[in-house]
């Protein structure tokens, strides 16, 4: 069974920086687009940012310049960066990756459970 876990959130300051990750685990055969979304108080989900299997990058405007997502491909694992952080950054963040598991051999989208960031200001 593939599972996607996050970790790294906290509680920070504006200003500060914090780094969640993101590790797919399971009988897995390849992990394609994996992507960070994040959940705000009664506002929709919406998307963060993006990374291929190949290492191109997308973000949303709001965190272009500040915000980094990498990913190591040998630990299926993916990481945001996230740099002058600001109170709006206050979400639950969540990763989706398109997976290939060996149960299926036929490619799904999988969530996380999510982690808290907190930006106080």
């Known amino acids: 069974q593939v599972q996607l876990v996050e970790s790294g959130g906290g509680l920070v300051q504006a200003g500060g920086s914090l780094r969640v990750s993101c590790a797919a685990s399971?009988?897995?055969?390849?992990?394609?687009?994996m992507a960070w979304y994040r959940q705000a108080p009664e506002k929709q989900r919406e998307l963060v940012a993006t990374?291929?299997?190949?290492?191109?990058?997308n973000y949303a405007d709001s965190v272009k310049g500040r915000f980094t997502i990498s990913r190591d491909n040998a630990k299926n694992t993916m990481y945001l960066q996230m740099n002058s952080l600001k109170p709006e950054d206050t979400a639950v963040y969540y990763c989706?990756?398109?997976?290939?598991?060996?149960?299926?051999?036929?490619?799904?989208?999988?969530w996380g459970q999510g982690t808290q960031v907190t930006v106080s200001s």
């Open positions: 990374i291929t299997s190949d290492y191109n990058t």
């Open positions: 989706n990756a398109a997976i290939v598991p060996r149960s299926t051999w036929g490619l799904s989208h999988y």
């Open positions: 399971g009988s897995i055969v390849s992990v394609y687009t």
